[in-house]
Structure formats: C-alpha cells, structure tokens
C-alpha cells in the first residue's frame, strides 16, 4: 500500500472519529450548574476542549488506521469472513432472450 493511500486513510479516519467524538464528555450550562447568558441555546456546551478532542481523534485514528493497514497487508479478515448471508442463491437461467 503507497503511503499516500495510508495518509488519506488516515484523514478519513480522523475525520469521522472527530465527528463521532463530539459529543462525548460534553456538558450543557444546565448539567454543569452554570448560568446561561441572555440568547443562548439551552443545548449550548459550556466545557468543549478542542485540544482533547484533536488529541483523541488523532490516537483513535491512528490505532484503527494502523489495524487497517495492518489487517490489508496480511489478511486477517478478508471478504469472504464477512459475508454473513451465505452464498447467494444461483441466478435462475433467463430464457425469455432465447425465442
């Protein structure tokens, strides 16, 4: 796999352990027992660290990048281990072209 494969793997990654991340250990004026300014949203955070979030999306993504990367260059779990349905049914013979 080229290293540039690897890198944008690695920014989707980030990019949905960011989003996903979000609302984790994240608390609202009412929960913390702060008082709200006038106009604010009642679902408006009052302890959003950025810098926590950027560090946690950044190891997350890079233990399942590296178990990515890993599982693609030997081949642990491989299409065949993830077909839960069985084999599909043959298709039946279309006789309607042959008339």
Do not use: C
């Not at 890198?7 to 989707?12: G, R």
């Not at 960011?18 to 949203?41: C, M, N, R, W, Y």
């Not at 990367?69 to 084999?87: K, M, Q, R, S």
Request: net charge negative; hydrophobic share 50%.
């Amino acid at each position: 796999m080229d290293l540039t494969s690897i890198i944008a793997i690695y920014a989707l990654v980030w990019v949905m352990t960011a989003f996903v991340s979000l609302p984790f250990g994240i608390k609202t004026h009412d929960e913390a027992g702060i008082a709200k300014v006038p106009g604010q949203a009642d679902s408006a955070p009052a302890n959003f660290r950025p810098g926590r979030l950027l560090l946690r999306a950044t190891i997350i993504s890079a233990v399942l990048t590296a178990l990515y990367v890993l599982n693609y260059t030997y081949g642990w779990i491989g299409v065949d281990a993830l077909n839960v349905f069985g084999e599909p049914p043959a298709p039946e013979a279309d006789y309607s072209r042959n008339r």
